[in-house]
Structures are given as structure tokens and as C-alpha cells.
């Protein structure tokens, strides 16, 4: 069975396991709305995909700050 990153915590979360928080974008449209429900100064954009080795490949982004958010998740 593949599952998403997304998909796992969240039945991790049902089992009551610790898992960081996060939200799900499926359109660059929904940034600004739904990044306001998080807390903090920088942030991980994270390409949900079946496959590994997708931080080596680009999938994986570090950011320092709000204003790169969007350019990032493009």
C-alpha cells in the first residue's frame, strides 16, 4: 500500500502518536489561507509523491521565511 506523508500522520495522529504539524496545498491558490493556521517563522514544502529519494531530487525545501513560501511551492 502506498500512502502519502500527509495520509500517514494522520492516522497516526487518530492512534494518538505525536506528529509535527501541517497542512495540505493542493493549489497554489490556498497558501495564504491555509499557511495563516500555522505557527512559525520558517517552514518545510514537501512534494507529496510515491517515490523515494525526493529530497535528494528537489522535492524537500527549507524556508527561512514567508515571502519565498510561494515561489518555492511553484
Request: glycine content about 10%; proline content about 1%; hydrophobic content about 40%.
Amino acid at each position: 500500500m502506498n500512502i502519502h506523508e500527509h495520509q500517514a500522520k494522520e492516522i497516526l495522529r487518530e492512534f494518538g502518536a505525536p506528529v509535527s504539524n501541517g497542512i495540505v496545498i493542493t493549489s497554489i491558490d490556498q497558501i495564504k489561507d491555509k499557511i495563516s493556521k500555522l505557527r512559525g517563522n520558517s517552514f518545510v514544502v514537501k512534494a507529496q509523491i510515491h517515490a523515494g529519494g525526493r529530497g535528494k531530487a528537489g522535492g524537500v525545501k527549507l524556508i527561512k521565511d514567508i515571502s519565498t513560501l510561494e515561489k518555492e511551492a511553484r
